[in-house]
DNA sequence: GGGCTTTCTGAAAGCGCTTTCAGTATAGCA
DNA sequence: TGCTATACTGAAAGCGCTTTCAGAAAGCCC
């Protein structure tokens, strides 16, 4: 068994003392705010060796009101898309000499009784918000106090002038269906929306509705149902969609999750993938190529995404300006799964 | 355009001064440390309300010396493997009331000048690490100032009486391929080790090796590469086999992801999975079943893994003993890809 | 040599909170 | 009635740091 034996910590005048001078000069060598004799550097540093000192973060933050540090709210992390995202807004935090805090938490957030967000406003300097979990309200208030803010793949409620950044759901979306339609004749295509409430999803499906429109095909409600952007929904709609009988010549899983889950589905009641219904995804993730069959999908750049995101919110933080709106570009990426060889 | 416009904070003062009484009471309704009259407790809360306050957590932290928040180190998010286990690592935490906070990156760890670690001992009661990054001896200076750590799926250094948390590796790969050669056949096993240093990856090959020793099959180096835990680098490595037209007729990819690469080497090459080359992986994550062919592979308790790492670490931290070693359980899974119908 | 920067240093005032400590007022009890 | 618990409240002392502010020492100019 192991207890734990607390053990003091040395402090910034324990260093002073040692060293024999004022904390403040401590504090300048380790802040490098002040030009401190050579001589004196060295015994700073000298003692902050032997005691072994770092500086307690809290008291820091306290006295100099900046944390160094972002922090990135997301629903919970699981999936292809976050790793690239996650790596994105790593670099535009570190390019800037930010620390990155995340919290992770689906459940977390509502139910804290003094309403308080565990990483807002609190230890970090700005948030990074990727999640539908964040209530406008709750926004809104971090926005009325002038904490900076940056939305991930949606956008701030109506009136609030906070930067998101996002994709071209829509031109993508429609260039996809497009193509099922085009190049293979497709005329009853599945869609599959993520999650309620979702953005993304949103505007996928107006891309959608549009090539539809733009062809002349009717729109058709029960060739609409959800996924949820998750693997075991997607293929639980498609599922149900075979036992009802409901003809389909393609589906748009919402994103590569769902085309997955839908490959599965129609692959276990025995039809062939792309021969018999193509299936198209969106993110283009990194397994999306690695699929049998290979994916056609919409390449969204996740990683730049993330970076924007990060770099936008540094420039926030220090005082800058930002662009109130990024939508970055998507581009159609065509493999096996639509029937292409 | 958005620029960001500072706001003024209140603080408990504010609050105070609001309700007409001392910053002392604001405190004990804030925290319900102390009896307070009701009167007084409406007076505080509309207070509060109204000026929208809530507490600077770094000032909090400075005054009462705790977080209420445990922090986790990780090498990179991405991978299957993490969904699991962060939601094991954040039920443990949620459960005694407990915020998680992640830093994950691989570069930062080292280059940092000052050589503090972001959130260690900062802005968290307690860590847990995961990641093969932090040095032996940063660990051992956390562990040295009685900082809370709890080690995931690695050993303390030596000496150091830290708890950990571990997956039974050994015996597990030992039973799959024990499987492999008795069920199947299989002489020639190809071995994907993890990278380098990762400790699950050493304990596999004792199995590995255990399992060729106990059937009188002699171990052949050539059979080894490293695949990282990475699916490309497992891919390269089985390409890199193949050309050099090692003889194969099974594959143990490491994990999960290294099997994937596994398989797509071997179909890439034209090699049947499982009816020309068995492969098998470990950890079994959620994308096992549903590869082609689906995977066999032996399954870890990722998730519990975390929960019990996160709630023993809460239980150092509130000043209890803990195991000084958890050695979780694995279970063999057969699917198809080692050749069972 | 006097006035002027320039370089270096220490004292001290907070940052916003928690937590004794020392009460005052009221209730309970003999 | 007097004495002691009990409920409630405020003053004040930090927590460990950053950051003026002011001063001492040293170098520069005329």
């Keep these: 068994m192991i207890a734990q034996r607390p053990n003091k910590r040395a402090t910034i005048s ?3 003392k040692l060293a024999g001078v004022s904390i403040s000069t401590v504090s300048r060598v380790v802040n490098e705010t002040a030009p401190v ?10 003692a902050i060796e032997t005691l072994d000192y770092t500086p307690h973060a809290a008291a820091r933050t306290l006295a100099g009101r900046r944390t160094g540090t972002i922090g ?8 292809a898309f976050y790793a690239p995202m996650l790596r994105g807004i790593e670099a535009g935090a570190l390019e800037a000499g930010f620390d990155l805090l995340i919290h992770a938490s689906s459940a977390v957030l ?5 309403g308080s967000l565990p990483l807002a406003e609190h230890n970090v300097d700005g948030l990074l918000v990727f999640t539908d979990r964040l209530t406008d309200s709750e926004i809104s208030r971090l926005y009325r106090r002038g904490f900076p803010l940056v939305l991930l793949h949606r956008t701030p409620p109506a009136g609030l002038d906070i930067p998101c950044v996002t994709f071209e759901n829509k031109a993508g979306t429609r260039r996809l269906i497009e193509h099922l339609i085009i190049a293979h004749g497709c005329r009853r295509i ?3 929306a993520g999650p309620d409430g979702n953005e993304d999803s949103y505007w ?5 509705r549009e090539a539809l429109a733009a062809h002349g095909i ?3 409600p029960s060739l609409r149902s959800v996924g949820a952007f998750d693997e075991e929904q997607a293929e639980a709609a498609v599922a149900a969609w ?3 009988g409901i003809e389909l010549d393609a589906v748009f899983g919402g994103d590569d999750e769902g085309a997955t889950g839908a490959i599965q589905a129609l692959q276990r009641a025995g039809r062939r993938v792309p021969q018999d219904v193509a299936v198209a995804g969106f993110d283009d993730v990194p397994f999306a190529r690695l699929m049998t069959p290979p994916l056609t999908t919409v390449r969204a750049p996740i990683e730049m995404a993330g970076q924007q995101a990060a770099s936008q919110l540094i420039t926030l933080i220090q005082g800058g300006e930002s662009d109130s709106s990024t939508l970055l570009p998507t581009e159609l990426v065509i493999r096996r799964s639509c029937g292409c060889a």
Excluded: M
């Excluded at 990135?72 to 999936?79: N, R």
């Excluded at 996928?204 to 959608?208: D, H, S, W």
């Design 72 to 79: 990135l709210l997301l629903p919970e992390i699981s999936g």
């Design 204 to 208: 996928r499906e107006l891309g959608y």
């Design 14 to 16: 324990d260093v002073a």
């Design 218 to 220: 009717p729109l058709d």
């Design 190 to 192: 599945g869609f599959l």
């Design 242 to 244: 075979l036992r009802q």
């Design 37 to 46: 004799a050579d001589e004196t550097v060295q015994q700073v540093r000298h």
């Design 110 to 114: 509502q139910e804290r009784g003094n």
